[in-house]
């Protein structure tokens, strides 16, 4: 193996392995915060050890990986969603999995088509639309949730755009049940958007007050729509959010009640209502497990009231605060049923932490398969393809994410590891330049461009400026103290004893490393003209 070979592969940055699946991690943000009591009480309800399941061999995610790929060739979003494969040796209900890839891909309204029909003067022509969506929901298996769908979709976040749409639908159309219901689950969006993210203790007044007006806006909506139609289900879903927010449990309780009076099946309220029973609503785990047990009365009916039997594990694996192997065991205990997206999306992040290839690019793509505008789960999978050479999967799904947003650097640099892994140099050093160039404090793509100009055709005044750069911006990190021993050792060039001398002075910490202890002493054998070049210093984690 040549002498810079490892920083090809990923060995500057030797300190840890989850270097191949680096990504920057942005946090999702949860339906609303808790105080800091609420969680205090909830962690400690139950103190019993988690479960624990059976990890994945590598095998059994080669297999995965293959059966995966065939499905996600298919056009079609609902026939790919359903032609794809469960988690190896789980017991996943049939019904269910075919019951969430219905409600997840069904055809819809689009905000866009409700934004031009209401443009257009055609408000009428719309509340038949949503009217024939909840007659639909009511009545037809494969059209289970739609309203609910439309409403996620189309008014689920706090926008101008949005307001000024549904306050014009409820001018053309005063006595349309849908345009006020929508208004009011708006209005609780934007309420929720007014609270902010932080912890009730540390929320301005400023910002409560807004909250209360607006909710008290959306209550006033909500109550008006039902008044006019009682079986918009989504309205008494963002009823029961508003009771958790502000107006109170017995509020949000009440609605979902009526709710499931209308529609007893229904989904989104179970799920609403599960939300309300968490502890650190004021519920309990033996809440949760009560709304689970009333939902299995109609599952059925909807069998994707079964999902929500495993809410309570997955609420104490998220309270946990656990080691990442520890929750990844759970994980795969508790998704041994089917979950929602989100929970697959959490335990694939859970397996990243954990260094856990086979889990990781398994449950991110079963989060995938249910919505694939998961972002950072797509990226993430990027690194887990390319642990397991699938390099030509691994790149289109880069160059699709690079087609959709030109200046993704975090899909640049996961196309860069591909192509670099792949030993496809100019590719590899085309990317990793656009991403250091997108962000010049960037110092893992720095470092793996350093990697490709050593590589690619010996550019050792390209890789001695990279070099140099790291140990400017941060002389505490090991991979510019790396790459200058190795082009020092293998150019060579002058230095190379006070790099050694660097190197052992401030990262040789662990005098039972036999790993770095060999590689001092192969480099301190270089500068004594006993051996040439510099040897693999491994990657370990």
Known sequence: MKAWHWLLVGVVGWLAIAGLFWVAKTELAHFSLINEERAASARDEDNTPLPKGHPFTRVEANTFLDAAEHAEKIADPLQRCLAYPDPPGSHWDHATVVAYCKYRYQPTITFEQVKQMVQSGRARELDRMFDAALRAQMTDPDARGRLDRIFINDFGEASFEIRSTLDAWKRQSP?????????????????????????????????????????????????HALALNPKITPAYAAMVSLGGMTLGNGYALDAARRGLAQEPEDFYIYEKWMWLSQPNWGGSLAAMTAVADDAQKHADRNPLLRMLAFDRGLY??????????????????????????????????????????????????????????????????????????????????????????????????????????????????????????????????????????LQHGQQWDKAWDVASRLVEKDPGHLDGWVMRATIQAQQPRPGLKETADYLESHFYTDRKNLQFNAYIAHLRAVIQGKTQGTMVLESHG
Request: hydrophobic residues 45%.
């Open 175 to 223: 006595d349309s049940a849908f345009a006020w219901a929508a208004s009011g689950y708006e209005y609780d969006r934007m309420a929720v958007d007014a609270r902010g993210d932080k912890y009730i203790s540390k929320t301005p007044q400023s910002a409560i007050d807004a909250m209360d007006r607006l909710a008290q806006q959306a209550d006033a909506d909500l109550k």
């Open 316 to 453: 104490r694996i998220d309270r946990c605060k656990c080691a990442p192997a520890v929750a990844l065991s759970a994980y795969e205990a508790v998704l041994d049923g089917l979950p929602g997206y989100q929970a697959l999306a959490d335990a694939g992040s859970t397996a990243k932490d954990a260094s856990d290839a086979s889990a990781m690019t398994i449950w991110l793509s079963e989060a995938l398969r249910f919505n694939p505008d998961l972002h950072d789960a797509r990226l993430d999978r990027i690194y887990g393809l390319v642990e397991f050479d699938v390099f030509p999967w691994a790149i289109a799904e880069a160059d699709t994410m690079i087609a959709r947003s030109p200046d993704d650097e975090y899909a640049i640099k996961a196309r860069g590891w591909a192509y670099m892994t792949e030993n496809d140099l100019p590719q590899a050093e085309r990317d990793f330049k656009t991403a250091t160039e997108l962000d010049p404090d960037d110092m893992w793509a720095l470092s793996r461009l350093g990697g490709v100009y």
